[in-house]
């Protein structure tokens, strides 16, 4: 079993739709979590880091953390094409190792 | 802004060749990576460096080595390309400690081994 599970895609949904991206984890260690965005042939960018559990948000986008069920998502609200995209979730212990843990990343189309 | 920036965007070698990645980071953070990024695979960590002159091995070392001479550079270096080695490559630095742990890559190098 993979430490990270992302949902492949692609995922397309009409432009203004909400979005909801998520990530499953089997480690309960992990304690901070990332989400980038990666245009085609592009470096992954970083929109939302968080740290532990709860709700984040930042303009269109949240970030949510349910440790309990060692879950993640990332929502965008009115989804526009321009963030047609992979999305992809990462996830580090913070302690013992600097290693990050990412997903495979999901496929976002958003339709005009 | 974080900014992290790599020698080239594209690079095409001939199988054999020694290539050189140059990757600099402009936050003074402690943390650099090497990952290569293949369809299917996601991201594989190759090295990484916590300090100046220290690394350690990722999951994929083999056929790669690293140096580490200034806090802001962190060089990959292929010691004879192979068309295995085609690839993008992403460059990433961290901080790590007082709640700040996140990480930023750079642009990539889409490296072609002929």
């Known amino acids: 079993q993979k430490e990270v599970e992302q949902d492949p895609g692609p995922l397309s949904v009409p432009e203004g739709a909400i979005v909801s991206l998520n990530c499953t984890y089997s480690?309960?260690?992990?304690?901070?979590f990332m989400w980038y965005r990666q245009y085609s042939r592009k470096g992954p960018e970083l929109l939302m880091y968080?740290?532990?559990?709860g709700n984040k948000e930042d303009g269109r986008f949240t970030a949510q953390v349910d440790k309990s069920s060692k879950y993640i998502s990332l929502f965008i609200r009115d989804s526009q094409p321009s963030d047609s995209a992979t999305y992809l979730c990462?996830?580090?212990?913070?302690?013992?190792?600097?290693?990050?843990?990412f997903g495979t990343g999901t496929r976002l189309k958003v339709l005009a | 802004d974080v900014k992290v920036t790599q020698s080239s965007r594209y690079l095409v070698k001939r199988t054999g060749e020694k290539v050189f990645l140059e990757c600099v980071q402009d936050?003074?953070?402690?943390?650099m990576f090497w990952y290569r990024q293949d369809p299917g695979l996601g991201l594989r960590l190759i090295y990484f460096?916590?300090?100046?002159?220290?690394?350690e091995k990722g999951d994929i070392p083999e056929g790669y080595s690293v140096s580490r001479e200034k806090k802001e550079r962190f060089s990959l270096i292929l010691e004879s390309a192979s068309t295995n080695q085609t690839s993008m490559y992403l460059c990433?630095?961290?901080?790590?400690?007082?709640?700040?742990?996140?990480?930023?890559f750079g642009p990539g190098t889409r490296l072609t081994v002929t």
């Open positions: 990433a630095s961290s901080l790590w400690g007082s709640s700040s742990y996140e990480q930023y």
């Open positions: 480690n309960s260690a992990f304690q901070y």
């Open positions: 968080t740290y532990s559990s």
């Open positions: 990462a996830m580090t212990i913070t302690s013992g190792t600097y290693k990050y843990i």
């Open positions: 936050m003074d953070h402690e943390n």
């Open positions: 460096s916590y300090d100046v002159k220290m690394k």
